[in-house]
């Protein structure tokens, strides 16, 4: 069976909500019932927010039945969950374990501290005593630890071990070995015969306590997610027949129109139809500063107006939005599973078992070699096993630091799609850059205009803008911008032609205009010579001149370029500074490349590669020894990004191909790059402290409980301690995890 990572069909999804996973051994438990159910090709499970997502051709129900059988509650997750319900469950949860683990203190704690201080009769002398003590007892178990005992038998049934295995055999036999104590007192050595029953409840009191801190903590991991959620709103003002109406965000269709008022959150994606704003796009893509939308703008479901007032066509609705893919893109990269994890994963699966054989041998040991105390001394000694083996810390070591290190990331605008991505950016040596949209903005602008004649630059532009509005050449855009900031007035053109290759020509306003390159003018016998050399001049500079004449006289040349982005020096010479190798892999000509690299301050350049053979330059430095990054704008880099050890695609704002990459980042900023590498580092650092504490804390804490260091030290662990300190664990992992919730990169 597959991860969902690894599998390339279309088939559908399902997200489900588990309820019961109590340790990580639960998760090779719900991997097991997913996997019998008929149609489901690939499945992963989130220990860490009690959730799995399915792929395949599967009838849900079919899901949540073979969970129940197997002892697990499971609801299906539609669309946006709304987040006030879902911190609503969770609180709830909390609710009743922190009851639970009060009722199980009331109890536990006077009977502790009255057993402390002799205050409690002798099982000779008041056997009614004990006896209501148990039933009390047993009564406090079944209420603040039934889902343990139910969890238990379900696990047995099914052949299966887990924490609740752990935790109702370690309870069960102190509540089963103090009721023996109170029958058969008489026949027991002295010094063993000595009822447990605080310590059952005890136990109980401080896991449920560990449990409802960890919940608590375990909410704010997906913090990020309810934020994302809690973008999208609930209504939507739609323009039907004429009639502006508020309706359910559910209820809009594509292609509808929308109104979006000042200070109101867009609904959908759409399209600009009319009108003028300021949009505020930071919680999706990282970036402060709002952007402008006028006609023809696209803008984001999720995202805030500012001040003006639009219409716009709804483009994407439901789970297509730009908003619901990265929540989407989010969760799987959440529940996906980096390599460092592979190895916790297989420990846990077999944990309990070997536990339980560890708790029967300790009990054997001091049975057979202790003195008169022998039966009280193995009771204790393979009860506290029981108890503080559990790996609840273990399993929730590596998920826990994903799921908060992806939402920090989407916060950031930076979508990683995959844990393994996460773990390998740290790892990056080597990092190739596409030019264009990447290191450059990716729109050409007019760079350069050079008076030759009489003419103003004002009418210069005209003649040009006005001739290069009929073209479809992909540098027209660039020279009708120009213009268009200068309120400039086109003409109408006459006698259009357009010569492939050279340019075009025209006549406008009764004068005859040719506008394009050095052939286009020799074609038409028009005199250049004496520009060559600034000609030259500005292609050096990564520049396309283009020469301007009217009535066969050259007036001007106006140049148009692809300039870098603002920030992208400096995002380079930080990767340079980290000892990163640092390549330009592009299509362009070797003249322009290299005009760009100098001003990017890159060194290595490929230039003339076709968008296919991108990938044998990354296998090229691969079989160097290096790791590589690949960054471009996500679809014509494909095969490179695919290949590289970490593909991230690099776009602006919604416009990014989100399934041709690991990592996605919604903004054109390469300083990204340097941010996701330095994030995974600090979280593959914090996987390495949990993994390291859950592993020192069960190494240590086994041979403790087992009485190891008693003939050398006289250190025996109590139960009522054991429980305690394995309910902390778990949540001193998740701690530990959010600290990566206020990292600063």
């Known amino acids: 069976m597959s991860n969902p990572e690894e599998s390339k069909t279309a088939s559908s999804e399902v997200r489900l909500s588990i309820l019961g ?4 051994g639960c998760v090779s438990a719900v991997e097991g019932a997913l996997a019998t159910v008929a149609g489901v090709e690939a499945y992963s499970v989130n220990f860490a927010d009690h959730s799995a997502m399915v792929k395949g051709d599967v009838n849900p129900d079919l899901l949540t039945q073979a969970l129940k059988a197997a002892g697990y509650d499971a ?28 009722i199980a203190g009331a109890f536990g704690v006077p009977l502790m501290l009255a057993g402390h201080f002799g205050w409690l009769p002798a099982i000779a002398e008041a056997p ?14 079944v209420y603040c630890g039934g889902h343990f005992y139910t969890g238990a038998v ?13 935790i109702a ?78 309706i359910a965000i559910a209820e809009v269709g594509l292609g509808e129109t929308l109104r979006v008022r000042p200070g109101e959150k867009i609904a959908v994606d759409g399209e600009v139809l009319e009108g003028h704003s300021t ?44 908003l619901a893919q990265i929540i989407k893109s989010v969760r799987q990269a959440q529940n996906s599973k980096p390599e460092i994890a592979k190895l916790a994963d297989k420990i846990s699966a077999v944990f309990v078992p070997v536990v339980v054989a560890i708790s029967v041998f300790t009990f054997f040991v001091w049975w057979i070699f202790a003195d008169e105390l022998a039966l009280g001394y193995a009771f204790v000694t393979s009860m506290t096993v029981l108890v503080i083996a559990c790996p609840c810390a273990l399993g ?42 990447t290191v450059t903005e990716g729109k050409p602008t007019v760079a350069n205009i050079e008076i030759l004649g009489s003419l103003n630059e004002n009418e210069i532009l005209a003649y040009a803008a006005s001739i290069e509005s009929a073209s479809e050449h992909p540098l027209a855009a660039a020279i009708l911008a120009k213009a268009g900031e200068k309120q400039i007035k086109l003409d109408r053109v006459r006698k259009f032609s357009a010569i492939a290759g050279h340019g075009i020509c025209g006549e406008i ?17 028009v005199e250049y010579g004496q520009h060559n050399e600034k000609l030259a001049e500005l292609a050096a500079l990564g520049q396309t001149p283009m020469l301007l004449a009217v009535e066969n006289k050259v007036v001007a040349i106006i140049s148009v370029a692809d300039p870098i982005k603002k920030d992208s020096a400096q995002a380079i010479a930080q990767l340079k500074a980290q000892g990163i190798r640092v390549l330009m892999v592009t299509g362009d000509n070797e003249i322009t490349a290299q005009a760009i690299a100098k001003q990017a301050g890159i060194s290595e350049i490929r230039a003339q590669v076709l968008p296919q053979d991108k990938a044998a330059v990354v296998k090229e430095l691969q079989a160097q020894g290096c790791c590589v990054g690949m960054v471009g704008d996500g679809i014509n880099d494909a095969p490179a990004l695919a290949q590289a050890d970490v593909g991230i695609a690099i776009g602006s704002g919604t416009d990014v191909a989100i399934e041709s990459a690991d990592i996605v980042i919604l903004q054109g900023s390469l300083q990204k790059v340097s941010q996701v590498m330095a994030l995974s580092k600090v979280t593959v650092t914090n996987i390495k402290q949990n993994l390291i504490g859950a592993f020192f804390y069960n190494s240590l804490s086994i041979p403790l409980a087992a009485g190891l260091f008693y003939p050398l030290f006289g250190v025996l662990l109590n139960p009522m301690v054991a429980g305690a300190a394995m309910a902390m664990s778990s949540v001193t992992v998740v701690s530990n995890a959010n600290r990566l919730r206020w990292i600063k990169l």
């Open 21 to 24: 996973m109590s340790c990580a």
């Open 128 to 141: 009614v005593f004990w006896s209501t003590c148990a039933l009390m007892t047993l009564g406090i178990m």
């Open 169 to 246: 055999l370690g309870t069960g036999a102190a509540w089963f070995y103090s009721c023996i104590v109170i029958d058969y007192y008489k026949v027991l050595p002295s010094l063993s015969a000595h009822a447990y029953f605080e310590a059952a409840v005890m136990i109980l009191a401080f896991i449920n306590l560990g449990s409802a801190l960890e919940t608590l903590a375990r909410g704010k991991t997906s913090g990020a997610i309810r934020q994302l959620i809690g973008l999208q709103p609930r209504t939507a003002r739609v323009i039907r027949e004429g009639v502006e109406l508020d």
């Open 75 to 102: 609801a299906v997750m539609e669309g946006l969950e709304d987040p006030a319900e879902q911190e609503q469950l969770e609180m709830q949860r909390y609710q009743q374990l922190m009851k639970k683990a009060k």
């Open 509 to 525: 306003n009764k004068h005859s205009v040719l506008f394009g390159n050095q052939a286009l003018m020799a074609d038409k016998e």
């Open 396 to 437: 929730l070591a590596t998920p826990i630091s994903v799921m908060v290190s992806v939402g920090r990331a989407a916060q950031m605008g930076i979508l990683i799609r995959k844990g393994e991505a996460l773990q390998t950016a740290g790892k990056l040596n080597c990092v190739i850059l596409d030019k264009t949209g």
């Open 279 to 322: 949009v505020d796009e930071s919680m999706l893509t990282g970036e402060p500063l709002p952007v402008e939308k006028s006609t023809g703008s696209k803008v984001a479901a999720g995202t805030m107006n500012q001040k003006g007032s639009f219409l716009f066509k709804a483009t994407r609705i439901g789970r297509d939005t730009a």
């Open 154 to 166: 379900k696990a047995l049934l099914l052949k299966q071990a887990n924490m609740d295995t752990l």
